[in-house]
């Protein structure tokens, strides 16, 4: 069972635009949350995170909102720019992360249009 | 580059060989962890390692048998693969075992056949 959701395996969105990259949570125990960005033939590299003591962090382009008691958080990237096109997963941790290591959604692949 | 760095890139084995996997990173983290991607199926976690000794093994069949020597390396030995075990293997560090930020390398993909 998949403690850690995005339903939406693609998305297309004009450059210039908002890019809204959504993500779903059962298990209340986590406590931190991370999104990471993807290549083809790279790893995930880390883009931004947020505890749950908030419900909204920024860097840049890039804002991460979170909603515990509908257990959802949100990516935002305004603008989109070309080099945003990849594979977005959410990331969960609970206590401190660690020995649980992250739990991971599946990904949503994003794709900016020129 | 992320400072994790994972050899060999693209692996092909059959079903009786013994390879392995290595990982290492330059970041001073202690703490690494192996993960695995099949395809359409998230990152699963299967092994964390702090300071060179293992906290966490996620139920991972005995064919995987995990090798840290030192907090800079560790390997993922490989022996009587199963066909569905061909995916990517990626490795991450963090700065201790409560790091939730993690740094992974770009994985090693494996094909079992």
């Known amino acids: 069972d998949q403690q850690v959701k995005q339903n939406s395996p693609s998305l297309s969105v004009q450059e210039g635009r908002i890019s809204i990259l959504n993500c779903d949570y059962t298990n209340s125990m986590f406590d931190y949350f991370l999104w990471y960005k993807k290549y083809p033939a790279e790893g995930p590299t880390f883009l931004i995170s947020i505890s749950s003591i908030k419900d909204k962090n920024e860097d840049g382009r890039f804002t991460v909102f979170l909603n515990k008691s509908a257990k959802h958080l949100s990516l935002h990237i305004v603008p989109s720019q070309p080099g945003d096109s990849a594979v977005y997963f959410c990331?969960?941790?609970?206590?401190?992360?660690?020995?649980?290591?992250?739990?991971f959604g599946k990904g949503t692949h994003l794709i900016i249009q020129p | 580059e992320t400072g994790v760095t994972q050899t060999p890139r693209h692996l092909v084995m059959g079903m009786t060989n013994k390879k392995s996997l290595k990982c290492e990173q330059h970041l001073g983290h202690n703490a690494m962890y192996w993960y695995k991607q099949s395809a359409k199926k998230p990152l699963e976690l299967m092994f964390v390692y702090s300071l060179e000794e293992r906290v966490e093994n996620n139920s991972v069949p005995s064919r995987f048998s995990p090798e840290c020597p030192n907090s800079s390396h560790l390997f993922l030995h490989l022996h009587t693969l199963q066909p569905e075990d061909s995916a990517l293997y990626l490795c991450a560090s963090s700065p201790d075992q409560r790091g939730n930020i993690q740094y992974f390398g770009a994985g090693t993909r494996l094909s079992v056949l």
């Open positions: 990331a969960a941790a609970m206590g401190g992360g660690g020995a649980d290591g992250l739990t």
